[in-house]
């Protein structure tokens, strides 16, 4: 082998393939979860709860591990956006019942709020990915209720998630805000998940029109996620 | 809503899965949505043993099955073998750690998906919707099955007035069926309206398809040049830039783009396997070693295996032995390990004597002589037994094999008699054809011939203006394709001594022509070449 070069190691293709890896293993985790869970469907109640437990906490990991690789094939042009059309309806059905044990868990409602003949044109998969960060989120920090809303928008569609708990901290909201300049480690929070979702929103396209996600706070209370797809 | 009029009663359900446990979670939950029929297997051979015996109207298969076959390689040897009814339902259960490539962007998509961990809602929720579809556009896909085209046009213009919400499906699905019955024009305006709401990849390729049929090959490389820059997962695209290519005579193109292609999605076995036939043309051999042994690893477990993956592997790295020289051993031994892999898996005599065949001349290719002889008369004398008792059912694998063996070892003649026979039994096989000529001394196809007759034609033309060097460039890039022609070569050399007449003699040159014509031989006196021959021969 080569003398190794510690001044020039390529740490994001190191990061990569180390995410690649533990996303495979805690892909087997969960499964094996689901197996445990579907055995001990008899169970006590008890139970049940450190499996819900055990697999949020395993579904948290795993989601910061997509978002990565996520993020580090956009950079390497290996993750496109595989646009097709897409009714809201059933697409907010399908977010309410892939979070069903997460809100029942945080005792939380998702209300739908879209007319039926709302579609737009995006990647299911990866939008999927930007509302399960923004409903998670949400779900911590409301009190009851979580409302997803799709609303035709500039040729486009607008969506919303809107909670009713003390909304976004103003730093979060001004302009230029840590997730659209990077990751940062020194809010606490790394906002890795908006990062990843601006992204996201910004590999949508159409006509000259570029995706994109906003903050904002409800002048009747509670935080509001937009995402803006053209 | 299960008990009295479920709409799942009547259905025959299948479920694959290597985890038992999975297989009942998933039983369960069908069962509680009034399911009755319902069959469990745990790997991909008993699921097409399955379906073969059976036609399935929903299927849940998960992508990863353990050893053996994966949940996309049954679905496409299920399609492909018409083992499943074209309105089954194939839903994929994915775990989000296998979903590396862009599972929609195949050829054989599967219907849906249900990623893991999933709860009984969404996979109720799933089959709902999925089994909604195919019962809606049931009528369309059962016109196509049986073949009526017609009928499934008219299902389809009606369906798109009838059913606003499934409009696009419909859409898609007529400009597919407009350009099956070659109908362009009208494909083309079905894909420009839905272009004109959304530029939707699949209408932007059925254009390109559409110019492409037109032979209007620079508007469709507009449309597709934008889509292969941003590296799309579609590989139709990639699939028609190298057609576009190929029309236009470039061939080095059309590897660039299939290279292209397989570095985008490196698991299709059908696209390795043109690369490497493709990059042998071109005369790029490590790019066709590269090929062969990936198309040989992904063919594993899928329809595609079989013992020409292995062979074709083995033969090329003797191509590249051949002009590497044997100081690689590592090659020889990979070679050699499947090379004895392939006996173990198939045991068939015209399999071993063809196994026999390549390492006769990998041995050669290593200095084995004696071993490498041992082998070759053992082949010899099988091949003379197999074919008294199968005539030409030997394959005509075996026959362009031994033929090839024979004019490694000196037995140009012999060769000569079993390519033309070859010729002469497959004179449509267009691939098998290139291969021949590839081998032959003189073009023995009709493609070969008209090949032929063109490039002397232009070779000519450029002798006579006196262009010297461009008619070496012509004649080199030709031997390329036919590296045995004994016409190519002759005028390769005349060109060259041409050409020194006027530049001025050159050693190094001269050199190469005599090694050419020494590969030539001796001409009989009844050759065609024989005058041009001892011309030549006399200058040198």
């Given at each position: 082998?080569?003398?190794?070069?510690?001044?020039?190691?390529?740490?994001?293709?190191?990061?990569?393939?180390?995410?690649?890896?533990?996303?495979?293993?805690?892909?087997?985790?969960?499964?094996?979860?689901?197996?445990?869970?579907?055995?001990?469907?008899?169970?006590?109640?008890?139970?049940?709860?450190?499996?819900?437990?055990?697999?949020?906490?395993?579904?948290?990991?795993?989601?910061?591990?997509?978002?990565?690789?996520?993020?580090?094939?956009?950079?390497?042009?290996?993750?496109?956006?595989?646009?097709?059309?897409?009714?809201?309806?059933?697409?907010?059905?399908?977010?309410?019942?892939?979070?069903?044990?997460?809100?029942?868990?945080?005792?939380?409602?998702?209300?739908?709020?879209?007319?039926?003949?709302?579609?737009?044109?995006?990647?299911?998969?990866?939008?999927?990915?930007?509302?399960?960060?923004?409903?998670?989120?949400?779900?911590?920090?409301?009190?009851?209720?979580?409302?997803?809303?799709?609303?035709?928008?500039?040729?486009?569609?607008?969506?919303?998630?809107?909670?009713?708990?003390?909304?976004?901290?103003?730093?979060?909201?001004?302009?230029?805000?840590?997730?659209?300049?990077?990751?940062?480690?020194?809010?606490?929070?790394?906002?890795?998940?908006?990062?990843?979702?601006?992204?996201?929103?910004?590999?949508?396209?159409?006509?000259?029109?570029?995706?994109?996600?906003?903050?904002?706070?409800?002048?009747?209370g509670g935080g509001i996620f937009r995402l803006i797809l053209p | 809503m299960a008990s009295r009029e479920s709409p799942y009663k009547n259905l025959k359900f299948l479920i694959i899965d290597d985890f038992p446990a999975m297989c009942k979670q998933i039983e369960r939950i069908l069962n509680s949505a009034g399911a009755e029929a319902i069959d469990i297997v745990y790997n991909g051979e008993k699921a097409l043993l399955a379906c073969s015996k059976q036609?399935?109207?929903?299927?849940?298969?998960?992508?990863?099955?353990?050893?053996?076959?994966?949940?996309?390689?049954?679905?496409?040897?299920?399609?492909?073998?018409?083992?499943?009814?074209?309105?089954?339902?194939?839903?994929?259960?994915?775990?989000?750690?296998?979903?590396?490539?862009?599972?929609?962007?195949?050829?054989?998509?599967?219907?849906?998906?249900?990623?893991?961990?999933?709860?009984?809602?969404?996979?109720?929720?799933?089959?709902?919707?999925?089994?909604?579809?195919?019962?809606?556009?049931?009528?369309?896909?059962?016109?196509?099955?049986?073949?009526?085209?017609?009928?499934?046009?008219?299902?389809?213009?009606?369906?798109?007035?009838?059913?606003?919400?499934?409009?696009?499906?419909?859409?898609?699905?007529?400009?597919?069926?407009?350009?099956?019955?070659?109908?362009?024009?009208?494909?083309?305006?079905?894909?420009?309206?839905?272009?004109?709401?959304?530029?939707?990849?699949?209408?932007?390729?059925?254009?390109?398809?559409?110019?492409?049929?037109?032979?209007?090959?620079?508007?469709?490389?507009?449309?597709?040049?934008?889509?292969?820059?941003?590296?799309?997962?579609?590989?139709?695209?990639?699939?028609?830039?190298?057609?576009?290519?190929?029309?236009?005579?470039?061939?080095?193109?059309?590897?660039?783009?299939?290279?292209?292609?397989?570095?985008?999605?490196?698991?299709?076995?059908?696209?390795?396997?043109?690369?490497?036939?493709?990059?042998?043309?071109?005369?790029?051999?490590?790019?066709?070693?590269?090929?062969?042994?990936?198309?040989?690893?992904?063919?594993?477990?899928?329809?595609?295996?079989?013992?020409?993956?292995?062979?074709?592997?083995?033969?090329?790295?003797?191509?590249?032995?051949?002009?590497?020289?044997?100081?690689?051993?590592?090659?020889?031994?990979?070679?050699?390990?499947?090379?004895?892999?392939?006996?173990?898996?198939?045991?068939?005599?015209?399999?071993?004597?063809?196994?026999?065949?390549?390492?006769?001349?990998?041995?050669?290719?290593?200095?084995?002589?004696?071993?490498?002889?041992?082998?070759?008369?053992?082949?010899?004398?099988?091949?003379?037994?197999?074919?008294?008792?199968?005539?030409?059912?030997?394959?005509?694998?075996?026959?362009?094999?031994?033929?090839?063996?024979?004019?490694?070892?000196?037995?140009?003649?012999?060769?000569?008699?079993?390519?033309?026979?070859?010729?002469?039994?497959?004179?449509?096989?267009?691939?098998?054809?290139?291969?021949?000529?590839?081998?032959?001394?003189?073009?023995?196809?009709?493609?070969?011939?008209?090949?032929?007759?063109?490039?002397?034609?232009?070779?000519?033309?450029?002798?006579?203006?006196?262009?010297?060097?461009?008619?070496?460039?012509?004649?080199?890039?030709?031997?390329?394709?036919?590296?045995?022609?004994?016409?190519?070569?002759?005028?390769?050399?005349?060109?060259?001594?041409?050409?020194?007449?006027?530049?001025?003699?050159?050693?190094?040159?001269?050199?190469?022509?005599?090694?050419?014509?020494?590969?030539?031989?001796?001409?009989?006196?009844?050759?065609?070449?024989?005058?041009?021959?001892?011309?030549?021969?006399?200058?040198?």
């Amino acid at each position: 082998m080569a003398t190794p070069d510690s001044q020039n190691i390529d740490f994001s293709m190191l990061l990569a393939s180390a995410a690649h890896d533990m996303k495979n293993s805690l892909g087997m985790l969960l499964s094996t979860l689901d197996q445990m869970d579907a055995v001990a469907v008899d169970q006590a109640q008890e139970l049940k709860g450190y499996f819900s437990l055990l697999r949020g906490e395993a579904s948290r990991i795993n989601n910061d591990l997509i978002y990565l690789l996520s993020l580090y094939r956009l950079q390497n042009k290996q993750l496109q956006a595989n646009v097709d059309e897409v009714y809201l309806p059933e697409f907010f059905e399908d977010q309410q019942l892939r979070h069903a044990v997460l809100l029942e868990a945080f005792n939380v409602s998702l209300l739908i709020d879209v007319a039926d003949d709302v579609l737009a044109y995006f990647d299911a998969e990866l939008i999927a990915g930007v509302l399960n960060n923004a409903i998670v989120n949400a779900a911590k920090y409301t009190q009851s209720v979580i409302r997803l809303s799709a609303t035709p928008h500039e040729g486009g569609v607008l969506i919303e998630v809107l909670d009713d708990g003390p909304g976004f901290p103003p730093s979060m909201i001004d302009e230029n805000t840590d997730y659209q300049r990077g990751v940062s480690f020194k809010s606490g929070s790394t906002n890795l998940g908006l990062f990843f979702s601006n992204h996201i929103a910004a590999l949508h396209t159409n006509e000259g029109q570029q995706g994109r996600i906003e903050l904002a706070n409800n002048p009747s209370g509670g935080g509001i996620f937009r995402l803006i797809l053209p | 809503m299960a008990s009295r009029e479920s709409p799942y009663k009547n259905l025959k359900f299948l479920i694959i899965d290597d985890f038992p446990a999975m297989c009942k979670q998933i039983e369960r939950i069908l069962n509680s949505a009034g399911a009755e029929a319902i069959d469990i297997v745990y790997n991909g051979e008993k699921a097409l043993l399955a379906c073969s015996k059976q036609k399935y109207d929903v299927i849940f298969a998960d992508f990863n099955l353990g050893a053996g076959k994966n949940g996309q390689q049954l679905l496409e040897e299920l399609r492909h073998r018409k083992l499943i009814k074209s309105t089954c339902a194939y839903i994929m259960i994915t775990a989000e750690a296998t979903k590396d490539f862009v599972f929609g962007a195949l050829e054989f998509a599967p219907d849906t998906y249900l990623n893991k961990p999933f709860n009984q809602a969404e996979l109720l929720q799933r089959l709902q919707r999925i089994v909604l579809e195919k019962q809606a556009i049931g009528p369309v896909l059962m016109a196509q099955e049986v073949g009526n085209i017609d009928l499934a046009i008219e299902l389809c213009i009606a369906g798109i007035q009838s059913d606003p919400k499934r409009r696009t499906t419909y859409m898609k699905m007529l400009g597919e069926f407009y350009l099956r019955s070659a109908k362009y024009e009208k494909a083309k305006a079905v894909f420009d309206q839905v272009l004109s709401v959304r530029e939707l990849d699949w209408a932007k390729l059925g254009k390109a398809r559409c110019h492409f049929e037109l032979q209007e090959y620079d508007q469709a490389n507009d449309i597709l040049a934008p889509m292969l820059a941003q590296n799309t997962p579609h590989m139709e695209a990639y699939d028609l830039m190298a057609g576009i290519a190929a029309k236009r005579g470039d061939n080095r193109g059309v590897q660039a783009v299939l290279e292209h292609a397989v570095s985008v999605s490196p698991r299709s076995v059908k696209r390795q396997k043109q690369l490497a036939y493709v990059a042998e043309e071109n005369n790029d051999l490590l790019a066709a070693e590269s090929a062969h042994k990936f198309a040989m690893k992904s063919s594993e477990h899928s329809m595609h295996e079989g013992p020409n993956m292995y062979l074709d592997y083995a033969n090329s790295v003797n191509k590249v032995m051949a002009i590497q020289g044997p100081e690689n051993s590592d090659r020889f031994k990979e070679s050699q390990r499947v090379l004895g892999k392939v006996k173990q898996k198939f045991r068939d005599p015209i399999v071993t004597m063809r196994v026999n065949m390549v390492s006769s001349t990998a041995n050669k290719l290593t200095g084995n002589e004696a071993e490498a002889k041992a082998l070759m008369e053992k082949v010899a004398s099988d091949y003379a037994l197999l074919e008294g008792q199968m005539g030409a059912s030997i394959g005509p694998e075996s026959r362009l094999e031994f033929a090839n063996l024979l004019i490694d070892n000196g037995q140009q003649e012999r060769a000569q008699e079993i390519l033309k026979a070859l010729a002469a039994d497959y004179p449509d096989d267009e691939v098998l054809c290139k291969k021949i000529d590839r081998a032959s001394s003189e073009p023995l196809s009709k493609l070969g011939k008209a090949a032929a007759i063109k490039l002397n034609r232009e070779g000519k033309q450029l002798l006579q203006e006196k262009n010297f060097a461009d008619a070496v460039v012509l004649f080199s890039q030709a031997l390329d394709l036919y590296p045995n022609n004994i016409g190519l070569k002759l005028n390769l050399v005349l060109a060259q001594v041409q050409k020194m007449q006027v530049d001025g003699r050159n050693a190094e040159t001269t050199q190469v022509c005599r090694d050419i014509l020494s590969s030539v031989g001796e001409l009989s006196s009844d050759s065609e070449f024989y005058k041009l021959y001892q011309t030549l021969k006399q200058s040198l």
